[in-house]
């Protein structure tokens, strides 16, 4: 392909992820060292925000409580993601209809299914799970107002939305495993454990890393979930720092848009430090080609 | 298999050999069985937890207002449709949902549109360029939300775009643009590059090969491409929530809001949720095999 028929082919794409991202990205780079109201001309602060973020305790929090949620999430799906995808994997005619019954939770909006969720809990509402857990164990639990309780809600809806997604992606991973290495290992004398840890994670290792990197980006941009789950997430510190960020900068009397903007930056810096070993591959990839 | 069919068959040492293996095959193959029967619940249990929120919600939005927030939970109920014309009469819920449509449709139409020929061009011309793009958009794909979404906001009020269809439509193109690019390109990319050689040697140009050749392989992958820009599109709620006020909510915007009110607009919420999921439920079953292909080839890369 000559260099001029890829620059016409590529040019409407590139004009839009340029004009509708870098200009905006631009844009908060600029504001995170201005103190600034939206439509106004900010003025510049140099570092403050950037200071102000790494010392406030409110931001301290909403980035432990972030971290904490990543990685649980992202360990239990993964656990939960290949449990069933094995399960999944071995159906036959059944397969159509349960993979249907487990894409719902990814196909509806994040916050229509917290909404919906919330409600199983919320004791205004029915509040089934509430009902059931109280007959069981004769406890009523403030699942919206107890910190631990109001966490362990938004993880296991966290869990729910991501679910079918690393599920499926280990699905697709399990189709490449090599039937005659399996049958061999069988042969050999191994049992049921010892190919799945000898054999097939080591042969989706790459889809296992991808999915971990892909659940934890996601986890990362909590935000969602937590509008109907935790109503009271600035009180009791369950704020994520994608909450946070609305908290500060956009909510009506509190628009420190050069804060929300500084921790912007902070975020993409994580975030570019995490893509590094996919970054390298393309680069590698691309010097192979 | 051989042992299976040798084993009954004689007093030899091998075969006798081969007999035991049978015998020592019996309780494994047993405890197979077990094996299977706990999977099987396990998995069935799952799906029942998976479809509980949405099952419940369904549930409260039949009920009548008094039986939907009963406590204890009333699981025995004569159905009715009052929540629904409730919604329909007094609220803009037919707009909200005309507005999430006509945002899904132009995000999608649009995604494509501008997405095949740079994810084709992408698939075709190695090198750094392109592996430069395909970074770009790795990490635009990875950006927190409110670092665009924020600045969208106060660039749409100053060109006046604030609260239109079209602007939202416009940020959920770009935003998910990256998705979109590295999805196509990796379905392109399993088209031997031969075929285009040999449509331009047979004096079609770069364009018309793409028209005529590719986008008819290309058949499956953009469907699957279609279908989750759609979704995204569907889906989408910070975006949507910051960019749009009044006239250009989204469903998704409008049942959020409607949490903090009273009791039945509570329970019309659960009736806009049944309506606005049973038709992606829909999607979910009918479309799974290109949801897969997209999860399996697209997001495996990308």
Redesign the interface.
């Known amino acids: 392909m000559r260099r001029r028929e890829f620059v016409a082919l590529t040019l409407p794409s590139v004009l839009v992820m340029f004009g509708f991202m870098l200009v905006p990205l631009y844009r908060t780079v600029e504001w995170s060292f201005e103190r600034v109201s939206y439509g106004q001309a900010g003025t510049f602060v140099g570092l403050q925000n950037y200071l102000a973020a790494l010392t406030e305790p409110r931001f301290g929090r909403a980035v432990v409580f972030t971290v904490g949620l990543t990685l649980v999430v992202t360990v239990v799906t993964i656990c939960l993601g290949y449990l069933i995808a094995t399960l999944v994997n071995g159906l036959g005619r059944m397969r159509p209809l349960v993979l249907g019954i487990l894409l719902v939770s990814y196909v509806i909006p994040h916050v229509v299914g917290a909404v919906s969720f919330s409600w199983l809990f919320d004791s205004n509402f029915g509040g089934v799970a509430n009902f059931l857990l109280g007959r069981l164990t004769g406890g009523d639990v403030l699942w919206f107002t107890d910190l631990w309780p109001n966490r362990l809600i938004i993880a296991l809806n966290v869990i729910w939305s991501m679910l079918p997604f690393v599920m499926l992606m280990i699905l697709a991973g399990l189709q490449g495993v090599s039937r005659e290495t399996l049958e061999a290992a069988q042969i050999d004398g191994a049992g049921t454990l010892g190919r799945h840890w000898h054999v097939i994670i080591p042969s989706i290792r790459g889809v296992l890393g991808f999915a971990v990197l892909i659940s934890t980006m996601d986890v990362l941009r909590t935000f969602d979930n937590l509008i109907p789950l935790a109503p009271q997430a600035v009180g009791l510190g369950n704020e994520s720092i994608m909450l946070y960020i609305y908290n500060v900068a956009f909510r009506e009397g509190a628009e420190d848009l050069g804060l929300g903007s500084a921790i912007s930056v902070l975020t993409i810096l994580i975030i570019l430090v995490l893509l590094y070993p996919s970054i390298r591959s393309i680069l590698k990839e691309a010097k192979e080609a | 298999m051989s042992t299976l069919t040798t084993a009954d068959s004689g007093t030899a040492r091998p075969l006798d050999a081969a007999a035991e293996v049978v015998a020592r095959r019996l309780p494994r193959g047993r405890r197979r069985t077990t094996?299977?029967v706990l999977?099987?619940l396990?998995?069935a249990a799952?799906?029942v937890i998976?479809?509980?929120?949405?099952l419940?919600?369904i549930m409260?939005s039949t009920k009548t207002t008094r039986e939907?927030?009963?406590?204890?939970?009333?699981f025995l109920y004569e159905p009715t449709a009052t929540a629904f014309v409730d919604l329909w009469q007094t609220t803009d819920f037919y707009l909200y949902l005309i507005n999430t449509l006509v945002v899904a449709v132009i995000t999608t139409v649009v995604a494509l549109?501008?997405?095949l020929?740079?994810?084709?061009?992408?698939s075709?011309?190695?090198?750094?360029?392109?592996?430069g793009?395909?970074?770009?958009?790795?990490?635009?794909r990875?950006?927190?939300?409110?670092?665009?979404?924020?600045?969208?906001?106060?660039?749409s009020?100053?060109l006046g775009v604030y609260d239109t269809t079209y602007a939202l439509a416009?940020?959920l193109?770009?935003?998910n643009?990256?998705f979109t690019?590295w999805l196509l390109r990796n379905f392109f990319a399993e088209i031997p590059r031969e075929l285009d050689e040999a449509a331009m040697v047979d004096g079609c140009t770069?364009l018309q090969m793409l028209r005529k050749v590719m986008i008819p392989l290309m058949g499956p992958g953009i469907l699957t491409a279609g279908i989750f820009t759609f979704?995204f599109g569907?889906?989408?709620?910070?975006t949507a929530a910051?960019l749009t006020d009044t006239t250009s909510k989204t469903?998704?915007v409008f049942?959020?809001t409607q949490?903090g009110q009273t009791?039945p607009m509570?329970q019309q919420?659960?009736a806009a949720?049944v309506l606005?999921?049973i038709p992606?439920?829909g999607?979910?079953?009918v479309a799974?095999k290109y949801?897969?292909a997209g999860?399996?080839s697209g997001?495996?890369?990308g």
């Open positions: 094996a299977a999977g099987g396990f998995l799952t799906c998976m479809f509980a929120p949405f419940w919600t409260a939907a927030f009963a406590n204890p939970p009333v549109l501008v997405g020929p740079c994810a084709y061009a992408l075709r011309f190695p090198g750094y360029v392109s592996a793009l395909l970074i770009l958009a790795l990490v635009f990875a950006l927190p939300r409110f670092a665009v979404v924020l600045p969208m906001y106060d660039i009020r100053a416009a940020a193109i770009a935003i643009q990256p690019i770069r979704l569907f889906q989408e709620y910070l910051i469903v998704p049942i959020a949490l009791l509570l919420a659960a949720t606005l999921t992606v439920i999607i979910a079953f799974q949801l897969v999860l399996n997001a495996v890369k």
